[in-house]
């Protein structure tokens, strides 16, 4: 892959997860990394985990970037405005990579009632956390991509097919955020930014690890449990599949689509963390598609 010296991304929704895996990859590839989330040192969000944005921006130095962290509401435009205002101010006006990984759902997500049995105020404010949240950023951001001429923007999701995700506000915000990458790269293209949706698989967020009781070094322990977590991935492989599509000097033939990691992987060569290449989609052709049914088509 390909490096990113010199590169501005700005990575939002960078605290844990995949936006972390993102942020320290870019930062692994040379980039300076603006780390933006609710969770810091000084005051945590409502999801009152402990990851900070100041420990992932520290992650991407030691990776070999830059990371800059900057606590950020993204639901608040005021907030976001300063932002975009800040990057312009200290980088000259250049951003080269902005990745929407906003989510922060899962407490909020309802996985047993259908629409009619859930509280609405609930689910609003999910599509709110989960979708708005991108299209503030981008408002925001967007115009220093384009008055570079160039540039990329992730619009990161769950999925990369029109498969039902098995709760009412869940699956709309997943669909939705693809369908923003659509729109932004309809937008974009004249303007020489491409935006295309990521997918990554069974991802072993910091969540999932505490969910199974385990931690990224002992991971493997928790298969006896669930075997297809045998088949997860960890932040660092969405991370590398950011990288490599900022690296590429033809991300524009790709702009429009919705991606995934297990495609991605072997077009560019990326590994996880391990060593390993999981592919999710060929773990649930063949163990998942009898009870589940296939993924789909890419949208």
Do not use: C
């Not at 870019?26 to 989330?37: F, Q």
């Not at 925001?140 to 995700?165: M, Q």
């Not at 931690?215 to 969405?238: K, L």
């Not at 950011?242 to 495609?263: I, N, S, Y």
């Amino acid at each position: 892959m390909g490096t990113l010296t010199d590169r501005v991304a700005l990575v939002a929704g960078a605290t844990r997860g995949g936006g972390r895996g993102i942020a320290v990859q870019l930062g692994a590839a040379g980039a300076t990394v603006y780390v933006t989330g609710r969770s810091s040192r000084s005051e945590r969000s409502d999801l009152d985990r402990p990851e900070t944005i100041e420990e992932t921006a520290e992650r991407v130095t030691a990776a070999g970037g830059t990371g800059i962290p900057v606590r950020v509401d993204h639901s608040r435009p005021d907030e976001v405005r300063a932002l975009a205002d800040r990057i312009a101010a200290e980088q000259d006006g250049r951003l080269d990579v902005l990745v929407n990984s906003v989510w922060g759902g899962d407490p909020l997500t309802d996985w047993e009632h259908p629409l009619w049995e859930q509280d609405l105020g609930t689910g609003l404010r999910l599509l709110r956390q989960a979708v708005e949240t991108h299209v503030i950023t981008s408002r925001f951001a967007l115009p220093l991509l384009v008055a570079r001429g160039r540039g990329l923007v992730v619009e990161v999701t769950d999925g990369n097919t029109a498969r039902y995700r098995g709760s009412f506000f869940y699956d709309l915000a997943k669909s939705s955020v693809i369908r923003l990458a659509v729109a932004q790269a309809a937008e974009l293209r004249p303007h020489g930014v491409a935006a295309v949706a990521l997918t990554p698989g069974f991802l072993r967020s910091e969540a999932v690890l505490d969910h199974f009781g385990v931690t990224e070094d002992n991971w493997r322990d928790a298969v006896a449990r669930d075997p297809h977590f045998a088949h997860s991935e960890s932040p660092a492989y969405v991370g590398r599949a950011v990288a490599a599509l900022a690296a590429d000097p033809g991300v524009m033939a790709k702009t429009g689509r919705a991606l995934a990691t297990w495609g991605l992987y072997a077009e560019y060569g990326f590994t996880d963390a391990d060593g390993t290449r999981p592919d999710f989609a060929a773990h649930w052709a063949d163990a998942l598609v009898d009870e589940y049914g296939p993924l789909g088509d890419p949208l």
